[in-house]
């Protein structure tokens, strides 16, 4: 019953190796869902963001302003530590719940926790096994224009305003390195799959 966390920057092809662990029968807790999940209109955190930082954080429709709470933290070291202070909480116990709830259901499973913010947020928990996808910085920009439509100076921002690679990979049991084709990639991810696989 192994417990997976990876990792990877922005546009890192974290999603493909999560998706293909998927594939082979892992069970993926998705961090950014899980914030989403607690985020929700009515629940107990968006109440929390929206007394920390306005009511205007929240849309007339009671959903998260995501672009204005965006707007508001980014770059603003002690305002994202606020917003951190609240959220971070919530998505550790319900990231529990469902590591839980997943071997409950099948001990034997792989569980695999899909996190952007491992280095920031949960690099001391109890993983079995700390995976990074990899890839280089200028790659990754090249990715965000192509791909999401990202002007080069905002693709920039949002890679710098994250931890480094070397941060990352200072954490890693395994890096897969993403830089190359879809298929290297997928093969190295098959590869993990053989050592994690229930025997």
Do not use: C
């Not at 997976?4 to 082979?24: F, M, P, Q, Y």
């Not at 009515?42 to 929390?48: D, I």
């Not at 070291?77 to 071997?103: K, M, T, W």
Request: no cysteine; aromatic share 4%; charged share 30%.
């Amino acid at each position: 019953m192994p417990l997976i966390a990876l990792t990877g920057g922005i546009a890192s092809g974290k999603s493909t190796i999560a998706a293909r662990l998927r594939e082979h029968g892992a069970v993926i807790v998705d961090a950014d869902a899980i914030v989403r999940d607690v985020q929700a209109p009515g629940s107990p955190v968006l109440a929390e963001i929206a007394q920390a930082f306005g009511d205007d954080m929240v849309t007339d429709a009671g959903e998260l302003d995501r672009a204005a709470l965006g707007a508001r933290v980014f770059g603003d070291d002690e305002a994202l530590a606020r917003l951190n202070a609240i959220v971070h909480p919530a998505v550790r116990a319900e990231s529990a719940r469902r590591f839980g709830e997943a071997f409950d259901a099948d001990p034997e499973a792989v569980v695999v926790y899909d996190v952007p913010l491992l280095v920031e947020a949960r690099v001391d928990d109890p993983w079995d096994l700390i995976v990074v996808a990899d890839a280089p910085a200028q790659l990754r920009l090249e990715r965000l224009v192509a791909h999401r439509d990202m002007e080069p100076d905002a693709a920039q921002a949002r890679i710098d305003a994250q931890v480094s690679d070397a941060a990352r990979r200072a954490i890693a049991d395994v890096v897969v390195d993403t830089s190359g084709t879809l298929e290297e990639t997928l093969a190295q991810t098959d590869a993990l799959w053989e050592r994690l696989r229930p025997r």
